[in-house]
């Protein structure tokens, strides 16, 4: 898939007071591009608009607010006069086995991971459709294409996010908008810190299994080997790319885990190949699909 060059960018990031929002946020204004940077607590980013007070636009934002969503891309247009580039990556990780976490947190994580970034993507797709020409970067994460116990209401979210991304690509791709999934492993931001990352109260029988998992989370806080900064102009450039994947994982670990996941899966489908086609009626053609 190919996209006109442009000189300028205007991107809409949300989370981009922290981490890897903020890291996006650097890069392009460094770039010289603008940027509406969307927070819950703007006055985070004091030091970026001072430093690019006609660059920068910030926002107070929470992305499980989708009915300010329009309003953020409106004053993005009124301000800049489009959207280039949509980052959806504010959210936040949360770690409990199935049975800990209960409907309001997973409500939460949904809220987070897919329903916010959804409603973003709809309020800015008119305006990329009528230039022909956008990017929206969905940031998941590794647990976006694999999970394992104790996150699984965080990879609930992802999942959905990178599910709905899929189809999102292959129905603007006619109108000259690109779609870029991204999936990060450990990256050296806020979200293992103790005070950011949500924790499910513990049921003790998951003790002996979880444990261990639960300390490391947060034993990572500052240890993280993937460079937020790194990551961003990696991004970055894919944005800038004339061709780009429609799923790019960042750092070793998730190159490894999603290699691993990837094997296995396909083997295990392999072996059960003729098992699981028996489930058809006897003689009857395959389907044949328009897409």
Do not use: C
């Amino acid at each position: 898939m190919t996209q006109a060059p442009t000189s300028h960018r205007n991107w809409l990031v949300t989370g981009a007071s922290s981490g890897l929002g903020r890291a996006l946020t650097e890069a392009a204004l460094a770039a010289g591009d603008t940027v509406v940077a969307a927070m819950r607590r703007p006055e985070r980013i004091g030091d970026l608009l001072s430093h690019y007070p006609e660059s920068i636009l910030p926002i107070a934002f929470d992305v499980r607010d989708t009915e300010s969503a329009p309003a953020v891309v409106d004053a993005a247009i009124d301000r800049f006069g489009r959207v280039d580039v949509l980052v959806n990556n504010g959210g936040v990780g949360q770690i409990g086995s199935a049975e800990e976490v209960d409907d309001a947190r997973l409500r939460d994580m949904l809220e987070q991971h897919v329903v916010g970034p959804a409603a973003l993507t709809r309020a800015v797709l008119p305006g990329m459709r009528a230039r022909s020409a956008g990017t929206i970067v969905q940031m998941s994460s590794q647990g976006g294409r694999i999970s394992f116990p104790g996150v699984g209401s965080y990879s609930a979210g992802k999942f959905a996010l990178e599910g709905w991304s899929e189809a999102l690509a292959g129905e603007v791709a006619p109108f000259g908008i690109r779609v870029l999934i991204v999936e990060p492993s450990r990256f050296r931001t806020g979200f293992n810190s103790a005070d950011v990352l949500q924790r499910a109260t513990p049921v003790e029988v998951y003790a002996d299994l979880l444990g261990d998992f639960r300390a490391n989370m947060i034993a990572a806080d500052g240890r993280q080997e993937g460079d937020p900064h790194r990551a961003a102009l990696i991004i970055r450039g894919l944005v800038e790319a004339e061709t780009a994947p429609l799923r790019i994982p960042l750092g070793r670990e998730a190159v490894r885990r999603l290699r691993e996941s990837y094997r296995r899966e396909l083997a295990s489908l392999e072996t059960h190949a003729d098992l699981a086609a028996g489930a058809d009626f006897p003689g009857v053609p395959q389907s044949v699909r328009p897409v």
